[in-house]
């Protein structure tokens, strides 16, 4: 059982989902602020959640010859040994935006790395534990991966809350510091973002005051800002909203330290409340029950381990109708991710192994062409041979039908993906060209039903005459690899 709310308040185990670069800063930062509580990071089983767990645990030998440290960091790839009895859960794992890349467009990937993790809490409280765990969640896209999350674990409303607003709320006052030149982010208070974690979000410059020239003045106020077309404001808002983006341009991936310094304050105000300090709002994507979407808004952390709603400032006529519009989009997509859910839950319940048998493999291997020496070509342009092998004697029809459409819609597959099925053959098999980007949905929906993923070696698309002869190829291959 947790044991925040007992007489000890401190924490007793923190677990981060996920050893990303974001999970990766955070655990450290975590174990200095919480010298007295268990540190888990989990990563799915692979070579580079190894690597990881091993640069991490190699630094922290070092790191105890010059600082004084109290518990150790434990690495697991083990779901029920990093959620089991835990007090806080950050999740920051998932596929990471590259540049161009719109949030909503990793929302198939990260359901196959947020579902395992939301199960498993599910199957953890019908146990009887995990009761009064406090979800924070940073996979992207933020507010419904939230939502998902909520949906799928039966975790209470009110422990469960996204990061977007504080990270947005420092790229505001980032833009403002700047604009204005002032001497410190001290010189500005009353700065908020709220509503939705992209294009939508609505930077609130209505209640914004700064300290220049000796007083505290409201922004909009001000004479550089209160021009006839306010565009030093407009310049601010669009600075905030492109801020992320224009990081992934610069780094080319997501931010994350930035990330780990917000989930951190949400951590640190979550333990303080608890405690029973008075402690500031934050902005959080938590749930709007109303439209039945998560959405950035201030709120307050109790001592019960909850958070209340406060009440949003007043806004201008601008930002009321901003935030009506950026409500409405959320809503329009959360349909879109909804029937995505739909699809991708009965894809996965075709697939994973049970009683009756279903997935046993799912084999992959790059198809080599001619222009393939040249260095500029990136890698998300390479193509894949998968094979998902099914294992049953054999397959009704429809399910196999089933299967396939399911696989065209979660990952976009058009007719010129070439997907081929053979149901005469022992097992039977699905088959498709894959870009990168669905060959690894493939792969972490691989992880997720805990099936064998085999990677086979490359060959030269010239030796292709279609997907079936390439699938029989790989099939009598793998066979010789295994046996």
Same mark, same amino acid.
């Given at each position: 059982?947790?044991?925040?709310?007992?007489?000890?308040?401190?924490?007793?185990?923190?677990?981060?989902?996920?050893?990303?670069?974001?999970?990766?800063?955070?655990?450290?930062?975590?174990?200095?602020?919480?010298?007295?509580?268990?540190?888990?990071?989990?990563?799915?089983?692979?070579?580079? #959640?190894?690597?990881? *767990?091993?640069?991490?645990?190699? !630094?922290?030998?070092? $790191?105890?010859?010059?600082?004084?440290? %109290? &518990? @150790?960091?434990?690495?697991?790839?083990?779901?029920?040994?990093?959620?089991?009895?835990?007090?806080?859960?950050?999740?920051?794992?998932?596929?990471?935006?590259?540049?161009?890349?719109?949030?909503?467009?990793?929302? #198939?990937?990260?359901? *196959?790395?947020?579902?395992?993790? !939301?199960?498993?809490? $599910?199957?953890?409280?019908?146990?009887? %534990? &995990? @009761?009064?765990?406090?979800?924070?969640?940073?996979?992207?896209?933020?507010?419904?991966?939230?939502?998902?999350?909520?949906?799928?674990?039966?975790?209470?409303?009110?422990?469960?809350?996204?990061?977007?607003?504080?990270?947005?709320?420092?790229?505001?006052?980032?833009?403002?510091?700047?604009?204005? $030149?002032?001497?410190?982010?001290?010189?500005?208070?009353?700065?908020?973002?709220?509503?939705?974690?992209?294009?939508?979000?609505?930077?609130?410059?209505?209640?914004?005051?700064?300290?220049?020239?000796?007083?505290?003045?409201?922004?909009?106020?001000?004479?550089?800002?209160?021009?006839?077309?306010?565009?030093?404001?407009?310049?601010?808002?669009?600075?905030?909203?492109?801020?992320?983006?224009?990081?992934?341009?610069?780094?080319?991936?997501?931010?994350?330290?930035?990330?780990?310094?917000?989930?951190?304050?949400?951590?640190?105000?979550?333990?303080?409340?608890?405690?029973?300090?008075?402690?500031?709002?934050?902005?959080?994507?938590?749930?709007?029950?109303?439209?039945?979407?998560?959405?950035?808004?201030?709120?307050?952390?109790?001592?019960?381990?909850?958070?209340?709603?406060?009440?949003?400032?007043?806004?201008?006529?601008?930002?009321?109708?901003?935030?009506?519009?950026?409500?409405?989009?959320?809503?329009?997509?959360?349909?879109?991710?909804?029937?995505?859910?739909?699809?991708?839950?009965?894809?996965?319940?075709?697939?994973?192994?049970?009683?009756?048998?279903?997935?046993?493999?799912?084999?992959?291997?790059?198809?080599?062409?001619?222009?393939?020496?040249?260095?500029?070509?990136?890698?998300?342009?390479?193509?894949?041979?998968?094979?998902?092998?099914?294992?049953?004697?054999?397959?009704?029809?429809?399910?196999?039908?089933?299967?396939?459409?399911?696989?065209?819609?979660?990952?976009?597959?058009?007719?010129?993906?070439?997907?081929?099925?053979?149901?005469?053959?022992?097992?039977?098999?699905?088959?498709?060209?894959?870009?990168?980007?669905?060959?690894?949905?493939?792969?972490?929906?691989?992880?997720?039903?805990?099936?064998?993923?085999?990677?086979?070696?490359?060959?030269?698309?010239?030796?292709?005459?279609?997907?079936?002869?390439?699938?029989?190829?790989?099939?009598?291959?793998?066979?010789?690899?295994?046996?």
């Amino acid at each position: 059982m947790s044991e925040l709310n007992s007489e000890n308040k401190n924490p007793k185990k923190i677990a981060v989902m996920g050893s990303g670069a974001i999970g990766e800063k955070l655990v450290g930062k975590l174990q200095q602020e919480y010298p007295d509580a268990e540190i888990v990071l989990w990563n799915r089983k692979s070579a580079r #959640g190894a690597a990881v *767990a091993d640069d991490r645990e190699q !630094a922290e030998i070092i $790191k105890r010859k010059h600082k004084e440290i %109290h &518990n @150790e960091i434990v690495y697991t790839s083990d779901l029920d040994k990093a959620l089991r009895d835990t007090d806080i859960v950050v999740v920051t794992g998932g596929v990471s935006r590259t540049p161009g890349q719109p949030r909503f467009d990793l929302a #198939g990937d990260n359901l *196959a790395f947020i579902d395992p993790i !939301a199960r498993k809490v $599910k199957e953890l409280s019908e146990h009887g %534990h &995990n @009761e009064q765990t406090a979800y924070f969640i940073a996979s992207n896209p933020i507010g419904f991966i939230d939502k998902r999350f909520q949906d799928v674990s039966g975790a209470k409303v009110d422990h469960v809350l996204g990061l977007g607003g504080e990270l947005d709320v420092s790229r505001l006052e980032q833009s403002i510091k700047k604009k204005l $030149k002032l001497s410190s982010y001290d010189d500005i208070k009353n700065a908020m973002v709220i509503g939705d974690h992209g294009g939508d979000m609505i930077p609130v410059l209505s209640n914004i005051e700064v300290f220049k020239n000796g007083n505290w003045q409201k922004l909009l106020d001000l004479p550089e800002v209160k021009t006839s077309d306010f565009a030093m404001a407009k310049e601010i808002i669009q600075e905030t909203i492109k801020a992320g983006s224009k990081i992934i341009e610069g780094k080319g991936h997501s931010a994350h330290v930035a990330p780990a310094e917000g989930l951190l304050l949400m951590v640190s105000r979550y333990t303080d409340a608890v405690n029973g300090k008075d402690v500031t709002p934050l902005v959080a994507s938590v749930l709007n029950e109303e439209k039945g979407v998560y959405s950035g808004r201030p709120v307050q952390f109790t001592k019960n381990g909850t958070y209340e709603l406060v009440n949003m400032p007043s806004l201008s006529k601008e930002e009321r109708v901003g935030l009506d519009k950026s409500l409405n989009n959320a809503q329009k997509d959360m349909e879109k991710f909804s029937k995505l859910c739909a699809v991708k839950d009965e894809l996965y319940y075709s697939l994973k192994p049970n009683k009756m048998g279903s997935t046993t493999e799912i084999v992959y291997s790059a198809i080599e062409e001619a222009n393939d020496s040249d260095k500029t070509k990136s890698s998300k342009d390479k193509r894949f041979d998968v094979t998902i092998k099914l294992n049953v004697p054999a397959i009704e029809p429809q399910k196999l039908a089933n299967i396939e459409n399911n696989l065209k819609s979660i990952m976009n597959l058009g007719d010129e993906s070439n997907l081929f099925s053979n149901k005469n053959v022992i097992p039977p098999t699905v088959s498709f060209i894959a870009n990168k980007k669905q060959k690894d949905f493939i792969k972490s929906l691989a992880a997720e039903i805990d099936v064998e993923t085999i990677k086979l070696p490359a060959h030269p698309s010239e030796k292709i005459d279609s997907v079936a002869s390439a699938t029989q190829s790989n099939v009598i291959e793998l066979s010789s690899v295994k046996h």
